[in-house]
């Protein structure tokens, strides 16, 4: 396994800027291992020392790799046509969460958008305590996402720009130590990687694709914060935005979402719970056997009802495959033709439940 994940390591690393091609190749091989034994090309001899000292510095570190063939890859980047192949995670990091919200904003916010964004986070953690919070770690909205998520006591994942061996800014250092033990730091970079103004937009692309719904909460008109809601639509993920005044620099890009129909106006956490509907997930009782009592359930039909029956949030599909280890195709007309005899409910963002009998 040493081998394989040194040889993942160098062929990620040496490829990095042709990561297209990269996921074409590897595509046709079980393993990393075994495409480069097809491809020599692939991988130079600095590819191979880079990737040495990145795995002395992971098994130091105790550092968590997650490559998109594994079944430890968080399925929903996994959804994302240009996810990274290989991603390092630092601390008690669930990367498959029942909920997950990315939380994205100005660098500059204004006092009263750095009022709702932790009054925002600190109620949505009171009434979903499984959920996540993702952000970058970056001044304004990331930092202070991040921090409330740390005072509810729920789970919070910095993305940043760079690797592992170091935190930028560094002002946020004891914010980044705090999340390690409920939470964590995952990035697609290795060690001694700047953080780059470029690697600042690449990272967009897992902070939107981790997250079921992505809340923007101060942007002006053109900013990051943007590129990632853009990103979170090509996604088809949910997005919400708070509006502000006409005149108001701090908001121009949220009035901007909401006035293109890119971003549904929330004023609460209240407000996205009712669009996800996690609301109502919430309240769902837990089911009994009266359900195979009153239906006639194939054997996959009741290994997929077992796993949502203990799952009280629901569970997405992605995962419903991964639990099973059944065909995407199989698991999914399996779930819709329970749907048709109203046996499960299917939710925004693949998420599938029980109903009630």
Same mark, same amino acid.
């Given at each position: 396994?040493?081998?394989?994940?040194?040889?993942?390591?160098?062929?990620?690393?040496?490829?990095?800027?042709?990561?297209?091609? $990269?996921?074409?190749?590897?595509?046709? /091989?079980?393993?990393?291992?075994?495409?480069?034994?097809?491809?020599?090309?692939?991988?130079?001899?600095?590819?191979?020392?880079?990737?040495?000292?990145?795995?002395?510095?992971?098994?130091?570190?105790?550092?968590?790799?997650?490559?998109?063939?594994?079944?430890?890859?968080? /399925?929903?980047?996994?959804?994302?046509?240009?996810?990274?192949?290989?991603?390092?995670?630092?601390?008690?990091?669930?990367?498959?969460?029942? =909920?997950?919200?990315?939380?994205?904003?100005?660098?500059?916010?204004?006092?009263?958008?750095?009022?709702?964004?932790?009054?925002?986070?600190?109620?949505?953690?009171?009434?979903?305590?499984?959920?996540?919070?993702?952000?970058?770690?970056?001044?304004?909205?990331?930092?202070?996402?991040?921090?409330?998520?740390?005072?509810?006591?729920?789970?919070?994942?910095?993305?940043?720009?760079?690797?592992?061996?170091?935190?930028?800014?560094?002002? =946020?250092?004891?914010?980044?130590?705090?999340?390690?033990?409920?939470?964590?730091? $995952?990035?697609?970079?290795?060690?001694?990687?700047?953080?780059?103004?470029?690697?600042?937009?690449?990272?967009?692309?897992?902070?939107?694709?981790?997250?079921?719904?992505?809340?923007?909460?101060?942007?002006?008109?053109?900013?990051?914060?943007?590129?990632?809601?853009?990103?979170?639509?090509?996604?088809?993920?949910?997005?919400?935005?708070?509006?502000?005044?006409?005149?108001?620099?701090?908001?121009?890009?949220?009035?901007?979402?909401?006035?293109?129909?890119?971003?549904?106006?929330?004023?609460?956490?209240?407000?996205?719970?009712?669009?996800?509907?996690?609301?109502?997930?919430?309240?769902?009782?837990?089911?009994?056997?009266?359900?195979?009592?009153?239906?006639?359930?194939?054997?996959?039909?009741?290994?997929?009802?077992?796993?949502?029956?203990?799952?009280?949030?629901?569970?997405?599909?992605?995962?419903?495959?991964?639990?099973?280890?059944?065909?995407?195709?199989?698991?999914?007309?399996?779930?819709?033709?329970?749907?048709?005899?109203?046996?499960?409910?299917?939710?925004?963002?693949?998420?599938?439940?029980?109903?009630?009998?």
């Amino acid at each position: 396994m040493r081998e394989e994940q040194l040889n993942r390591i160098a062929i990620t690393w040496g490829n990095r800027t042709r990561q297209r091609q $990269l996921r074409e190749l590897l595509d046709r /091989y079980d393993t990393a291992t075994e495409a480069i034994a097809h491809h020599p090309d692939m991988v130079s001899r600095e590819a191979i020392q880079h990737a040495q000292k990145e795995l002395e510095f992971i098994e130091k570190h105790h550092i968590e790799l997650y490559y998109y063939k594994d079944t430890n890859y968080p /399925y929903r980047l996994a959804q994302c046509v240009d996810a990274p192949l290989l991603l390092y995670g630092k601390g008690n990091i669930d990367v498959n969460p029942q =909920h997950a919200v990315s939380v994205v904003g100005t660098r500059m916010p204004s006092e009263r958008g750095k009022d709702w964004c932790k009054r925002f986070v600190l109620d949505l953690a009171a009434q979903v305590p499984n959920v996540t919070i993702i952000s970058g770690l970056a001044y304004g909205i990331d930092v202070i996402a991040h921090k409330a998520a740390i005072e509810a006591g729920i789970p919070t994942i910095i993305i940043p720009a760079h690797g592992l061996d170091r935190v930028y800014p560094a002002v =946020h250092r004891s914010v980044a130590v705090q999340s390690l033990s409920k939470g964590g730091i $995952l990035t697609e970079y290795t060690t001694g990687t700047e953080p780059e103004r470029f690697n600042f937009v690449a990272r967009n692309r897992i902070v939107a694709g981790m997250a079921d719904a992505v809340v923007v909460v101060e942007s002006k008109a053109r900013g990051g914060s943007l590129i990632t809601a853009q990103m979170a639509q090509d996604y088809n993920r949910d997005i919400f935005t708070v509006p502000g005044r006409p005149d108001d620099v701090c908001s121009a890009g949220c009035n901007q979402l909401i006035k293109r129909q890119k971003a549904q106006l929330i004023e609460n956490a209240a407000d996205l719970l009712a669009a996800m509907r996690w609301e109502e997930q919430t309240k769902q009782p837990r089911q009994t056997t009266m359900m195979e009592m009153l239906y006639d359930l194939t054997p996959t039909q009741q290994q997929l009802i077992n796993l949502l029956r203990d799952a009280e949030n629901g569970m997405h599909i992605n995962q419903l495959v991964m639990e099973t280890q059944l065909a995407y195709g199989t698991v999914s007309a399996e779930l819709m033709m329970m749907e048709i005899q109203e046996i499960v409910k299917s939710m925004p963002g693949g998420m599938w439940r029980v109903k009630n009998v």
